[in-house]
């Protein structure tokens, strides 16, 4: 049962094939460290490439907001070494094996396995309905539990780790890390020790746990193998745990050290290393995860041998009244639930509206921002693409390197992905596009000032695909999320739809004449009831989707 390390072929010309296709803004992105408490320069392990593990969903059930506003987090990170230029390996686990998935089946008469594959599917639904990109590997942990037996007994082996056996002499199953053992347990989340960076992180450290905020975290409930009497010391856990008399016999595995199936933190610690190799460059999760289970996973990875991630980074949670959306405090959100009300592009940015590290307020504030940012992004690129004679084609604007991008957006991913920044950046650039428009039938220079248009237009669809927003890619053409501004815009739907709001338009535009506006505003609203959003510009008016 032993893992086998896959010799390495460097290919010294693909290196510097990889190399010479990041982008020179690559060499100022600057990132938070977790366990440093600083943000600072990156450097990729391996030239143009980049290693990413994040920890992913405990498939119990539904997919809530604060699941959600994670994978979204990451998807930006990712997105953005993606358009730096840099080849992205990016690990995403499901936690398919555990005590909530086993208790709900029970309760609700299902095989535990059953319940853990139909809320996988959930996810990766809720995953793909809001853009996030599919994970190079998303391995689940019982699909890896020879890889965990193996890091176990070298934890084992390197004096890190005991079995517990009963009285005679016979291991029970239960083994734990030897917290004394190791004198750099708590170098992830030890916040006495470390200065505060920035107001970001002086929250974070308040709200998030970590081995100087302990206790009954009312968020990450004590997994009972910790709280077991066997313990050398209070703070040891559960490497590998004994079954419960209600565990299903086929939720038990056979080891060196007894019966049972794994603690909740090997699970990524053998996967990392499974697909990551050695030390990789970024291990990534929501801050709930701070402490125990990121600390206590870096401290078995490195008690087993092996390096652990070069930065850790977290997200910050989602709040609803300052308070954690959470399940087990009754007010999470399933996604389902809002995607009912509120489309997936607008959900998607209403996630990704703040930093990662920063927390995120959500109302129906929120989202109202969010569809008004739609209205004036799928406006703005359905006028331009108009004026210009069409679209960019995607892979023109796949192909934009971010050094080709406007200056303030660049500079505000690279400051620790500043999504805020960014965001500012880009309806910057619209505003200077619509002014490009307002005035184009008086430029005598046509081409060139279409040609100007044409260029913002495709900053702006490059920046919003950086986020995960273009409205003209997937998902949100197939969707129909994209509005009038989508692939459809030319079909028979849209067509007989224009003309009905056309002849809606000259009419408003008639009751303004005769100074009716009683009568223009009425027929404002009532498109705007149906879900026509309607701009004046010097042109004339415009109509889009809402």
């Given at each position: 049962?032993?893992?086998?390390?896959?010799?390495?072929?460097?290919?010294?010309?693909?290196?510097a094939t990889a190399v010479d296709a990041v982008a020179s803004a690559a060499a100022d992105l600057k990132l938070?460290?977790?366990?440093?408490?600083?943000?600072?320069?990156?450097?990729?392990?391996?030239?143009?490439?980049?290693?990413?593990?994040?920890?992913?969903?405990?498939?119990?059930?539904?997919?809530?907001?604060?699941?959600?506003?994670?994978?979204?987090?990451?998807?930006?990170?990712?997105?953005?070494?993606?358009?730096?230029?840099?080849?992205?390996?990016?690990?995403?686990?499901?936690?398919?094996?555990?005590?909530?998935?086993?208790?709900?089946?029970?309760?609700?008469?299902?095989?535990?396995?059953?319940?853990?594959?139909?809320?996988?599917?959930?996810?990766?639904?809720?995953?793909?309905?809001?853009?996030?990109?599919?994970?190079?590997?998303?391995?689940?942990?019982?699909?890896?539990?020879?890889?965990?037996?193996?890091?176990?007994?070298?934890?084992?082996?390197?004096?890190?780790?005991?079995?517990?056996?009963?009285?005679?002499?016979?291991?029970?199953?239960?083994?734990?890390?030897?917290?004394?053992s190791w004198p750099h347990y708590g170098e992830l989340t030890h916040q006495k020790q470390t200065a505060v960076?920035?107001?970001?992180?002086?929250?974070?450290?308040?709200?998030?746990?970590?081995?100087?905020?302990?206790?009954?975290?009312?968020?990450?409930?004590?997994?009972?193998?910790?709280?077991?009497?066997?313990?050398?010391?209070?703070?040891?856990?559960?490497?590998?745990?004994?079954?419960?008399?209600?565990?299903?016999?086929?939720?038990?595995?056979?080891?060196?050290?007894?019966?049972?199936?794994?603690?909740?933190?090997?699970?990524?610690?053998?996967?990392?290393?499974?697909?990551?190799?050695?030390?990789?460059?970024?291990?990534?999760?929501?801050?709930?995860?701070?402490?125990?289970?990121?600390?206590?996973?870096?401290?078995?990875?490195?008690?087993?041998?092996?390096?652990?991630?070069?930065?850790?980074?977290?997200?910050?949670?989602?709040?609803?009244?300052?308070?954690?959306?959470?399940?087990?405090?009754?007010?999470?959100?399933?996604?389902?639930?809002?995607?009912?009300?509120?489309?997936?592009?607008?959900?998607?940015?209403?996630?990704?509206?703040?930093?990662?590290?920063?927390?995120?307020?959500?109302?129906?504030?929120?989202?109202?921002?969010?569809?008004?940012?739609?209205?004036?992004?799928?406006?703005?690129?359905?006028?331009?693409?108009?004026?210009?004679?069409?679209?960019?084609?995607?892979?023109?604007?796949?192909?934009?390197?971010?050094?080709?991008?406007?200056?303030?957006?660049?500079?505000?991913?690279?400051?620790?992905?500043?999504?805020?920044?960014?965001?500012?950046?880009?309806?910057?650039?619209?505003?200077?596009?619509?002014?490009?428009?307002?005035?184009?039938?008086?430029?005598?220079?046509?081409?060139?000032?279409?040609?100007?248009?044409?260029?913002?237009?495709?900053?702006?669809?490059?920046?919003?695909?950086?986020?995960?927003?273009?409205?003209?890619?997937?998902?949100?053409?197939?969707?129909?999320?994209?509005?009038?501004?989508?692939?459809?815009?030319?079909?028979?739907?849209?067509?007989?739809?224009?003309?009905?709001?056309?002849?809606?338009?000259?009419?408003?535009?008639?009751?303004?004449?005769?100074?009716?506006?009683?009568?223009?505003?009425?027929?404002?609203?009532?498109?705007?009831?149906?879900?026509?959003?309607?701009?004046?510009?010097?042109?004339?008016?415009?109509?889009?989707?809402?």
């Amino acid at each position: 049962m032993t893992n086998t390390q896959e010799p390495q072929n460097i290919n010294i010309s693909s290196v510097a094939t990889a190399v010479d296709a990041v982008a020179s803004a690559a060499a100022d992105l600057k990132l938070y460290d977790t366990a440093s408490h600083a943000v600072s320069n990156f450097t990729p392990i391996k030239p143009g490439q980049v290693g990413m593990y994040v920890c992913g969903a405990t498939v119990q059930s539904s997919p809530h907001i604060g699941h959600i506003r994670a994978a979204v987090a990451f998807d930006v990170v990712r997105r953005w070494f993606e358009r730096l230029g840099y080849k992205v390996t990016f690990v995403r686990n499901v936690t398919d094996i555990d005590d909530k998935i086993l208790d709900k089946a029970a309760a609700a008469g299902q095989q535990w396995w059953e319940r853990a594959y139909i809320y996988e599917r959930e996810f990766t639904e809720a995953y793909n309905t809001l853009g996030v990109e599919p994970s190079t590997y998303e391995p689940r942990a019982t699909g890896h539990m020879i890889d965990m037996i193996d890091l176990i007994k070298q934890i084992i082996d390197n004096g890190h780790g005991y079995v517990v056996t009963d009285e005679n002499g016979n291991p029970t199953g239960n083994v734990y890390f030897d917290v004394a053992s190791w004198p750099h347990y708590g170098e992830l989340t030890h916040q006495k020790q470390t200065a505060v960076a920035d107001a970001a992180s002086e929250v974070a450290d308040a709200m998030g746990p970590s081995v100087d905020n302990t206790g009954n975290d009312k968020y990450n409930p004590v997994d009972p193998a910790d709280m077991s009497e066997d313990k050398h010391d209070p703070r040891d856990f559960a490497l590998w745990k004994a079954p419960k008399d209600s565990d299903p016999l086929d939720a038990r595995w056979n080891t060196p050290f007894g019966t049972g199936r794994p603690g909740w933190h090997i699970e990524c610690s053998a996967m990392s290393h499974r697909y990551l190799k050695d030390m990789f460059d970024i291990h990534g999760g929501g801050l709930d995860l701070r402490f125990p289970h990121h600390e206590n996973e870096m401290a078995q990875t490195r008690a087993a041998g092996y390096d652990s991630a070069a930065r850790w980074m977290h997200s910050a949670w989602v709040t609803a009244k300052g308070e954690k959306m959470s399940k087990s405090l009754g007010n999470g959100l399933s996604v389902p639930a809002v995607l009912a009300e509120n489309s997936a592009w607008v959900v998607r940015y209403a996630l990704g509206s703040v930093q990662y590290r920063s927390m995120l307020e959500w109302s129906d504030q929120t989202l109202t921002e969010a569809q008004s940012a739609y209205d004036r992004v799928s406006n703005f690129i359905e006028r331009a693409g108009a004026a210009v004679g069409g679209q960019p084609s995607r892979e023109e604007i796949v192909s934009v390197s971010a050094d080709d991008l406007p200056t303030d957006f660049v500079a505000a991913m690279n400051d620790d992905i500043n999504v805020s920044g960014a965001s500012a950046a880009i309806f910057t650039a619209i505003r200077s596009g619509n002014t490009l428009l307002s005035k184009l039938a008086d430029r005598v220079d046509s081409d060139v000032a279409k040609d100007e248009v044409r260029a913002v237009l495709v900053n702006v669809r490059a920046m919003l695909d950086t986020l995960g927003l273009d409205p003209l890619a997937e998902p949100w053409v197939s969707e129909g999320a994209a509005g009038a501004a989508g692939a459809g815009a030319d079909s028979a739907e849209h067509t007989a739809l224009d003309r009905l709001v056309s002849e809606q338009l000259e009419e408003r535009a008639e009751a303004r004449k005769a100074k009716d506006f009683a009568r223009a505003d009425a027929i404002r609203d009532a498109l705007g009831a149906a879900g026509i959003a309607i701009e004046d510009t010097p042109q004339g008016p415009t109509w889009t989707l809402k």
